[in-house]
Each structure stands twice: as structure tokens, then as C-alpha cells.
């Protein structure tokens, strides 16, 4: 049997940590970090989600605010908000739930938000600092793959990692955090050729596609690690009730090394790591943490001179 990655178990312990900091950075006199969620439209699920990323603000001690705007919402108010969240002081972090509706211009909206307060970490500032391995925020979901990996490899150099997914949030990320972690990356996607052979060769397979059990059993190779970041909704015709189903199909990999499960593996991870980049968001404004070994860490860092053949100019 393959073991179980314990995503909720994870979480609260980065949940601790997190709170920890929060405590450390009210007893030395600065606010409690604060992050607002902007919410467009009634999306089932992303209520769900938003509700969730509130309640886990309360429990570690950051401030939360949320923005409910309705459905035919225009781009030009949202970008107003954005613009004066921005300039608030008591707010940290800003979030705007994504999908956004049709009529609004979703680049857009996500290159309004500060870099500094971009917690989700998808502002081309802080993509392009985690390309080129310089710091800024990592988007949650990648973030929290990392962490989940690490709990059973703790190094990863050398290691073969396939990446199936090539989406601006999970997919190119991740595969930039694997490459920063010394593996052997290969990103592949629904099209690619010959993708079961391809996984049979990894030792760990980050499956996020949001195809549900695309990864099948002969795809996994013996001892394998499997992160699974997909949620798919479907209808179980046995029982009538609404299930979730990831990019896996779970049964068939139990001779892998250690799997995620679904729900209970990414998803709790996402709103974790949430948490923990509001803190660093908080800290960054606040001028916390700005001792000389960060600044070593803000500048050109480690890996770009550490000959992975990053040419900083490319
Ligand atoms: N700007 C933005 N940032 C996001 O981080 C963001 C977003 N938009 N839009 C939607 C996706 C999705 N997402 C999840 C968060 C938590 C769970 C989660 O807690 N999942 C539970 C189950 C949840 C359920 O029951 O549906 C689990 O896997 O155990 C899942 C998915 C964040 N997202």
C-alpha cells in the first residue's frame, strides 16, 4: 500500500508556524496582518473556496476582509477597488478569486494588484522573479506541492519529475520550483506524445491537468511519489451524491512510494500557504525581516551563479 500524504495534517502544522509569526509580529508592536478577498460573481465553488481562506484567516490571527461584488460588476469598479486596496496600509494581502467573469480582463485585473500584496503570486513581477530565482511571492498551490513532496523526499536532486499541466498558476510554476530543487524536469500536458511512458520513467509525478483519473495505474512506476492537484466535481451514478475526483485514479497506484489523496492533499495545503504569504507580504511592508541575509536573498541569488546554465540576461 501506497502511504498517504496527510494534507491537512500538513497544513495545521504550517498553520502554526504561521500563527507564531503572527503572534511574534503583534507582541513587538506592529498590526496583525490583514488580506482582503474579492469575490465576482456567485460561483458555487468559489464560495466554498473564499468561505474556507476566511475561516483559516481567524484561526491563526490575520485580519480578513472579504468583497462580495456581483456578476455584472464592470472591470472599471473592480480595478477601482484594487486600486484603493492597494494603497490602504491595514491591508497586507489582496486576493481576487479567479475564474473572473467573461467580461472582465483577467490579466489585467491580476497585473493591478501591487506586486508586494500579490499573495496569489500571479503579478509578472513575481512570476518572473520565481523563473529566474529571485525571490517574490510563490503561488500558493505550488507552494504547498513543494512542501507535500518534500514530507517524503526530502531531496530531490537528481530526481526525474514529470509535470503533467502547463497552466500559468500550477502547471509553469511548479515546474520552475522543481527545477530551483535540483530535479530533472519534464513538463507534459493532454497532448503530449507517448505521456504513459513518459510518467513510467518519473519519480514523482505532479498530475494537474484537471483531467479526473487521467494518471493511470501502468503509468506510475514502482515506488513513485503522486501529487495530485486536480479537483473535478461529477455525479456518482451509484449513490446520487456529488463526488470529487482528482487528476489520479487513486486505486490503481498503491505500489507508488506515497500518494495524495482527494480532497484531504493539495487543496488544504492551497489555503495554508495563503496564510503564510499574507504573513511575508505583511512582513515585506512592514520593513520586518530586511536584515542583510534577506537582502543576500533579494538580490541575483543562489541559483542563478550556481551554474544551472541560468544566463541572467535570457
Ligand atoms: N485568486 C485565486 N487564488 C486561488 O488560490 C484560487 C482561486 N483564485 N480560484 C480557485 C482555486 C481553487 N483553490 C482551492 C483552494 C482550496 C481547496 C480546498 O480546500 N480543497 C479541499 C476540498 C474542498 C471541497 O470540498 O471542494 C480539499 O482538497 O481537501 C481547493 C481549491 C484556490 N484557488
Known sequence: MADIIDGRAIARQL???TKA????????????????VILVGDDGASQVYVRRKIKSCEKV????????????????????LIDQLNRDPEVHGILCQVPLPDHIDTRLVLRSITPEKDVDGFHPVNVGRLSTGTGGIVPCTPLGVMMLIHSVIPDLTGMDAVVIGKSNIVGKPVANLLLDAEATVTVTHIYTHGLPAICRKADVIVAAAGAPELVKGDWVKEGAVIID???????DEETGKERLVGDVAFDECQHAKAITPVPGGVGPMTIACLLANTVQAAKGL????????????????????TGNGNIPNE
Open 21 to 36: 509569526e503572527v503572534d511574534a509580529l503583534v507582541a513587538a508592536g506592529h498590526p496583525a496582518p490583514g488580506l482582503t
Open 15 to 17: 498553520d502554526e508556524k
Open 61 to 80: 490571527g490575520i485580519r480578513s476582509n472579504e468583497h462580495r461584488l456581483p456578476a455584472d460588476t464592470s472591470q472599471e469598479d473592480l480595478l477601482a
Open 229 to 235: 492537484v486536480g479537483i473535478t466535481r461529477i455525479m
Open 286 to 305: 512592514m520593513g520586518v525581516n530586511k536584515d542583510v541575509s534577506s537582502d543576500y536573498h533579494d538580490v541575483p541569488s543562489r541559483s542563478m551563479f
